[in-house]
């Protein structure tokens, strides 16, 4: 049996006496590419934020590589994390921005240098590195969001809505880094509403709606169990199952 790497149990969140996640549960084991998959207001965001510690939930129980988040903080360095709308400094360039989360993370000098060339190169940025982070195009913000999610190769990603905005070129690094992470023994837990990236990137999925967990497998599983064959699409088992 894979280690369990993202375990949430009985999750309960409210916001001024109204549920946004109520109930939810979610495994994620190593190797796993898995997504969150709900419509906007689902919960997921909600979700992600409990569990990488942006909030306390109300109740439930979250560990993260055997870690409870409540108790023991030092998981935090082995995840990456990219929020929906990240929330970058403006005016520094794009190379002082990946130096600065770098050594945040702990990289030495020598290191956080290496690490800022090689993931600029990855995605392509290298030519623009010294340019303004408020010159560029939203894709580009993006880019670059998910080059300092990923500048430590960490264990685990955890990636909300990382596909917006990105170029088909784009996606197809991401689609990379997530694939690495997962064949090393680390994992990838992605939420997102676009269900067509869902099916081309993960193989394992969560699906919720108005807070709680619907179903959970295999992509293949979840379309099997609301009599579905392989050719049909993970739409069309979503639509059957927050129908149901």
Same mark, same amino acid.
């Given at each position: 049996m894979k280690k369990l790497l993202i375990e949430v149990k009985d999750l309960w969140k409210a916001?001024? *006496?109204? !549920?946004? @996640? !109520? *109930? $939810? !549960?979610?495994? @994620?084991s190593a190797g796993e590419i898995? *997504? $969150?998959i709900g419509l906007n207001?689902? *919960? =997921? &965001? &909600? &979700? %992600? =934020?409990? %569990? @990488?510690?942006?909030?306390?939930? +109300?109740s439930g129980e979250i560990r993260v590589a055997g870690r409870d988040v409540y108790i023991d903080a030092s998981y935090k360095s082995i995840i990456g994390y990219l929020p929906e709308n990240p929330s970058l400094p403006e005016y520094l360039t794009l190379r002082e921005f990946l130096i600065f989360v770098a050594r945040i993370k702990g990289l030495s000098g020598s290191r956080a240098d290496s690490e800022v060339w090689n993931k600029l190169? $990855?995605?392509?940025?290298?030519? %623009?590195?010294d340019q303004l982070i408020y010159e560029l195009s939203r894709g580009m913000k993006q880019r670059l969001a998910i080059a300092a999610a990923i500048i430590n190769d960490p264990d685990i990603l955890i990636l909300d809505e990382p596909f917006s905005g990105l170029d088909p070129e784009a996606q197809r690094v991401t689609k990379r880094v997530m694939r690495e992470t997962a064949n090393k023994g680390g994992a990838v837990l992605i939420s997102t509403h676009i269900l067509d990236a869902a099916e081309r990137f993960c193989?394992?999925?969560t699906i919720v709606h108005k807070g709680r &967990?619907?179903?959970?497998?295999? %992509? +293949?599983?979840?379309?099997s169990q609301v009599g579905l064959g392989p050719n049909a699409s993970l739409e069309e088992a979503f639509i059957k199952i927050i129908s149901s």
């Open positions: 916001y001024n *006496g109204k !549920s946004a @996640v !109520s *109930g $939810l !549960s979610l495994n @994620v898995h *997504g $969150l207001g689902a *919960g =997921k &965001t &909600t &979700t %992600i =934020k409990c %569990i @990488v510690g942006l909030l306390r939930a +109300d190169a $990855l995605f392509e940025l290298e030519e %623009i590195s193989n394992r999925a &967990t619907l179903i959970e497998g295999a %992509i +293949d599983e979840l379309k």
